[in-house]
């Protein structure tokens, strides 16, 4: 009799911060979905497929039915950097961003606050940087007044 072992092959547990709140996927078999309630309306729930391929991963999650936390820049002030979510906070900021010309002194110091929290708690990859540069990018082509950040020592 011959016995092999067989390797169970999952997603490991995640957390993602998006635009439309904080979700805590599960450990979950490949080839599964993993669903979870929206933060704003458990009523309702999103779904996220660990496909299962030579490896296993996880897939983009369906948010479709879950209404956003996070609608404007000023909604950020109570989203909370760690090592784990900096990279969706800067998509947060990217897609707040996506649509404005120009950004009042109060967005300007919440999305300047929060990229400094992201480089403090982030070991910042080349795709971190990146997406760090293009934020800050996004910014200075922006017709925002930034005269008040200029030139100036110390936090924000």
């Avoid at 169970?8 to 080839?31: H, N, R, S, Y």
């Avoid at 990217?94 to 929060?114: A, H, P």
Wanted: charged letters at 20%; one cysteine or more.
């Amino acid at each position: 009799m011959y016995v092999s072992l067989l390797a169970v092959i999952q997603c490991a547990a995640e957390a993602q911060q998006t635009l439309k709140g904080l979700f805590m996927w599960p450990d979950t078999a490949g080839g599964q979905n993993a669903t979870y309630p929206c933060p704003k309306d458990p009523q309702y729930s999103a779904t996220r497929l660990c496909k299962l391929s030579q490896w296993t991963h996880w897939m983009e999650p369906n948010l479709e039915n879950c209404p956003l936390v996070v609608e404007t820049i000023p909604d950020l002030d109570r989203v909370e950097v760690t090592p784990e979510n900096a990279f969706d906070v800067l998509k947060m900021i990217k897609d707040l961003m996506r649509n404005q010309s120009s950004l009042i002194y109060k967005e300007l110091v919440t999305v300047l606050n929060k990229l400094k929290d992201i480089i403090r708690v982030s070991v910042v990859t080349p795709d971190l940087g990146q997406a760090l540069i293009n934020a800050i990018s996004n910014i200075l082509e922006s017709n925002s007044n930034l005269g008040p950040f200029t030139n100036t020592y110390g936090p924000f």
